[in-house]
């Protein structure tokens, strides 16, 4: 697969493009530079390399026209790109590559590298920015904020962090963007360290994830090819938040297991997520897709749709290995499927029990509610997905968690993730006015303040990790969800990362409080 986006990236290593000198150079020293609209990539490259560590690059009003060899951000300095409130229009060109850090990231990098307020346009169909570094490396701080994406292909990529070889680990937050244009494209698809048994616990809650959050996702129509080209993507065992967002005729994807573990961690809270008559499914098919794999949360998103009703898998999940091949929804048929005869192989680590019409071999290796815990039991431990306040904008019903199940010999997908003890659905979109209404601890999960949190409750007896929710929407920042860990026994499960997220505070200088961006107000249509 390595060979794949090195050949789709192009340029990285090859220097393919500008070979003359430019009379566009950029000037400046220490922390300050600056270059003049025109500059090309070994301008910009210059610049990097005599910048101190820190540096801002502000770029002046007016065109630029990049592709071909890559500006190539330089591990042992950080630094931010500053487009000067999207007056600096870059126009992308084959081979497409622009800005990278491709298999430069070494060790645990804890620089900061920011790309704020350009204009990108016209990008073709390949990856545009890639981050990944040598094995095992870590690039802790990418800030991608308050750019304008415009009319990229809808078979590109716009950021590629991590690849399929060497395994690195980028963490990211992208936040103030917008992404536009005619057809739907991948603005941000995370790869993370490519095996789920190398992440010592859970990411839930943490910085350790990519964080899409603030963002505006606005497109004319989506591609009918392939639906499962969203707004954002996720393999290789990495973890993503995607929150606060406003998207219009793009779904919101992840893949599973067979992705080298999928996604391990995914939390969807605080959108607005729409479909139009542009869109293919104007009903919200699919509005969240998730293929299968590790931890899910959802909660206060609302789900708009201009065709009625809402589909029924507008918050969809299934698990591709639970299917077999006469599913005809795109399930694999090279792999194995989960049914009690895969335990303890190389890849496919399921649970050890024995095939039958109860269990079909137990738990799956990473099945979605399942968390890495380090490997320990190698098929994941119990994290159940747990989803609460996602609302029907039309009519103001719940939105719950669909398991999407396709196959017709089992196992089946609902064989392998069930209610009450892989996920749980709150069972009402009203919030809690009693410990005892309209959640009473019993079974699924409710919400509202702490002090009207059901006394008694009930947990899986046969396993660790689970137990039915409630969400204390009064404690904290924004809120804690207790799982009931023993009987009548609540323990704190999930905590939401700060936000906004803390690299949110940075200001690349005083351009950016002479020249502040301003509100994104993409209307619903």
Not at 88 to 116: H, Q
Not at 350 to 376: H, I, K, S, V
Request: glycine content about 12%.
């Amino acid at each position: 697969m390595l060979s794949f986006w090195l050949s789709l990236a192009l340029g990285l290593s090859m220097g393919i493009g500008w070979t003359g000198t430019s009379d566009a150079a950029c000037s400046g020293s220490g922390l300050s530079w600056s270059c003049p609209a025109g500059a090309t990539p070994s301008d910009v490259n210059a610049a990097i390399a005599n910048a101190a560590d820190g540096a801002t690059i502000y770029f002046d009003a007016g065109a630029y026209t990049w592709g071909g060899s890559s500006i190539d951000l330089d591990n042992t300095k950080g630094v931010t790109l500053d487009g000067g409130n999207k007056s600096a229009v870059v126009t992308i060109v084959n081979p497409g590559l622009t800005i990278a850090m491709g298999g430069t990231v070494s060790g645990n990098n804890t620089k900061v590298y920011r790309i704020t307020r350009f204009t990108f346009q016209d990008a073709p169909a390949q990856v545009i920015f890639w981050f990944y570094g040598t094995s095992g490396a870590v690039l802790n701080n990418l800030r991608v904020d308050h750019n304008t994406f415009s009319n990229f292909h809808p078979s590109g990529i716009g950021f590629l962090l991590g690849a399929n070889g060497p395994f690195s680990t980028v963490y990211g937050l992208f936040d103030h963007n917008l992404a536009t244009g005619p057809v739907n494209f991948i603005l941000a698809k995370s790869l993370g360290i490519g095996d789920p048994a190398l992440i010592p616990s859970s990411l839930r809650g943490t910085v350790k994830n990519t964080y899409v959050e603030d963002n505006t996702f606005d497109f004319a129509t989506m591609r009918a090819d392939t639906l499962g080209a969203g707004c954002v993507d996720i393999w290789n065992s990495a973890g993503m938040v995607f929150r606060y967002n406003t998207t219009r005729n793009c779904m919101v994807t992840a893949h599973g297991t067979i992705h080298g573990g999928g996604a391990v961690n995914f939390e969807l809270y605080k959108n607005l997520l729409s479909m139009d008559g542009g869109s293919v499914v104007p009903n919200g098919y699919r509005l969240f897709h998730h293929q299968g794999s590790g931890e899910f949360l959802a909660y206060q998103n609302v789900f708009a749709h201009t065709t009625s009703p809402l589909n029924a898998s507008a918050l969809a999940v299934t698990h591709y290995r639970s299917a077999s091949c006469d599913g005809g929804n795109m399930y694999n048929c090279s792999i194995p499927r989960c049914d009690g005869t895969n335990a303890n192989t190389t890849t496919w680590k399921d649970q050890n029990l024995a095939p039958g019409t109860l269990n079909y071999g137990g738990a799956c290796w990473m099945q979605p509610g399942r968390a890495p815990a380090g490997g320990n039991p190698v098929y994941g431990i119990l994290s159940p997905m747990y989803t609460w306040q996602n609302v029907d904008a039309s009519t103001g019903s719940q939105v719950p968690l669909t398991i999407e199940n396709y196959s017709t010999t089992p196992p089946l997908v609902t064989d392998h993730i069930k209610a009450n003890r892989d996920y749980y659905n709150a069972v009402s979109n009203q919030a809690q006015d009693t410990p005892t209404s309209p959640f009473n601890g019993t079974t699924g999960m409710g919400f509202g303040s702490l002090e009207n949190r059901p006394t008694t409750c009930t947990t899986n007896p046969n396993e660790l990790g689970g137990g039915v929710g409630y969400f204390a929407t009064d404690i904290g920042q924004q809120g804690v969800l207790y799982r009931c860990s023993a009987s009548n026994s609540w323990t704190v499960h999930y905590t939401p990362y700060t936000y906004p997220h803390p690299l949110q505070a940075l200001v690349a200088g005083n351009r950016d409080l002479a020249r502040p961006d301003p509100p994104l107000n993409v209307q619903v249509k």
